[in-house]
């Protein structure tokens, strides 16, 4: 089986989004809890994937992460 690299996927665990992002997973679970209904958030189960682009332009706009 094939692995997509990182930068192509379309989600991304919590874990995968620190590695890409250089942010704690620490962090990325806080800004989760902040941003509960947010667009970049999807639920599968109790697991936490990010929409890797969506999450790109909210950086965009962030001033302070």
């Known amino acids: 089986m ?5 930068w192509k996927r379309y989600i991304l665990t919590i874990a995968e989004a620190a590695v890409y992002y250089h942010i704690g997973e620490n962090k ?3 800004i989760v809890d902040e941003h509960v209904n947010a667009d ?3 639920m599968n189960g ?3 994937l990010i929409k890797r682009e969506r999450f790109e332009a ?8």
Not at 58 to 65: P, Y
């Open 58 to 65: 909210f950086l965009d706009e962030a001033t302070v992460v």
């Open 28 to 30: 990325l679970r806080a």
């Open 40 to 42: 970049f958030i999807i």
């Open 2 to 6: 094939n692995e997509i690299p990182i």
């Open 46 to 48: 109790n697991r936490i």
